[in-house]
Structure formats: C-alpha cells, structure tokens
C-alpha cells in the first residue's frame, strides 16, 4: 500500500470559465508548492523577505498565483506578510518548538492509551512509512522524511478513530514539517534516534503496552539542548 503526502487542497473561485478556473488554479498550487518547498529546504533564509515579482519570475507564473500562494503560507505560518514589505520567511523559535512538541504530546499521547486499550494494534500504513523514512534518512532527504514523520504521527492518531482529535493534529502538518526538517538540518546525528525510537514505539504498540508507548513518545519529543540552542540563535 502507498501513502502519500495529504497537503491541503485549494480552493478556486467559481466566477471564471471552467478552463480559466483550472489554469488559476493549477499556477497557484504549483507557486505554493514552490515556495514552500524552497522554504523547507533553505533556499530563503528565516527572517528573508521575498519579492513577489522574482517568486513569479522563478515559478513561471504571473503575480497573482503567488500572492494568493503567499497568503495561504501566510496561514501555515510560513512566512508573515509585512505591510509595505513584502512577504518574511518567518522565524522558527525555540518557544514553537516547545509549543509544538507540548501539543503533540498531549493529541498523541491519549492516541496511544486508546490504541493499546483496545489492543488495536500498530495501523498498516505506519509500518510502510518507516520503511519509507529510513529511506528519505539514507538519501539524507530531510523534506521528505519530516513529510513522511509526520503522516507516520498521523496515522498513529487517526487509528485512536476520533476524526475531530485527527484533523486537529493534522492542522499542525505545516509547522511539524517544517520544524522536523530544520531539526535534522541543524542535528542529523539525531537521525539513528528518531528512527529508532520510531521502532521502539511500534513495538510497544504491538505489545498493547500503553504506558510504555508513552514513555518512548516521551523520550521522542524531549528537548535536546543542542536544538534549542540552534532555534534561540
């Protein structure tokens, strides 16, 4: 079975033709697509502003498709939009990566103690995308691997079959991947880690062991000094 990346999906406004709705459409997702990705893999500074008029230029699209990208990683909390400045990559503190982890921490942890309460065992699709992970880690594909950690979490918490706590953790996609890809960026030794404790967790799962998924989840989203260090500079 294969898993794929579930990014938001657009909408376009329907007062245009049919073909000139699709064309919209299809520059916009390619433009955030850009962005972003370039975002994840550095190629904008944090604190960088960008100009719309070179995005569009480097995309292959007008400026329209941008700015309505630029507003939607605006939303994601990619980048801030700076009136009579333009669009600033955003800077990723160590007090959101405490704050992100917190939360996860809270959504994932009664995940689990449902799960090995009900001795449903680790879902199909988490097992592939570790195998998948450990891939994106050998090609040290550090995009990749924290799109994929973060549908691997995902799949974990949608198994609790609580749809409301699955959409509330999936709206921390872009922050988490982000986040996990400027982790591994700043700390690659951390990749033998994190895939390990990515294996200890699926075992305790598998051995309906509530508290000790816990503690592994625990153990996963622990601060490392070294992090915190490179998000407070």
Not at 133 to 148: P, T, V
Not at 158 to 184: C, E, F, K, M, W
Not at 202 to 227: C, T
Request: hydrophobic letters at 40%; proline letters at 3%; charged letters at 30%.
């Amino acid at each position: 079975m294969s898993v794929e990346c579930k990014w938001l999906n657009e909408s376009v406004p329907s007062l245009e033709s049919t073909s000139d709705a699709t064309l919209r459409g299809s520059a916009g997702k390619r433009a955030y697509e850009w962005i972003r990705d370039a975002i994840l893999a550095g190629e904008f500074a944090e604190g960088e502003f960008v100009d719309e008029v070179v995005l569009a230029a480097r995309v292959g699209t007008s400026r329209t498709p941008v700015r309505e990208a630029l507003q939607r990683l605006q939303v994601e909390r990619y980048v801030d939009l700076v009136p009579r400045r333009g669009a600033q990559v955003r800077v990723v503190t160590a007090v959101e990566m405490r704050e992100i982890y917190q939360a996860r921490f809270v959504l994932e942890s009664d995940a689990l103690r449902t799960i090995c309460t009900r001795r449903a065992g680790v879902p199909d699709a988490a097992r592939e995308l570790v195998l998948q992970m450990e891939q994106a880690g050998s090609a040290r594909d550090w995009n990749r691997f924290a799109q994929l950690d973060q549908l691997f979490h995902s799949e974990i918490v949608r198994h609790q079959r609580n749809a409301v706590i699955a959409d509330l953790y999936d709206s921390l996609q872009p922050r988490q991947v982000r986040l996990g890809t400027r982790t591994l960026t700043e700390a690659p030794a951390r990749l033998l880690t994190i895939e390990s404790e990515h294996r200890d967790l699926l075992a305790a799962i598998d051995n309906h062991d509530a508290e000790g998924s816990v503690d592994v989840l625990r153990r996963h989203l622990r601060e490392i000094p070294e992090l915190v260090n490179a998000f407070s500079r």
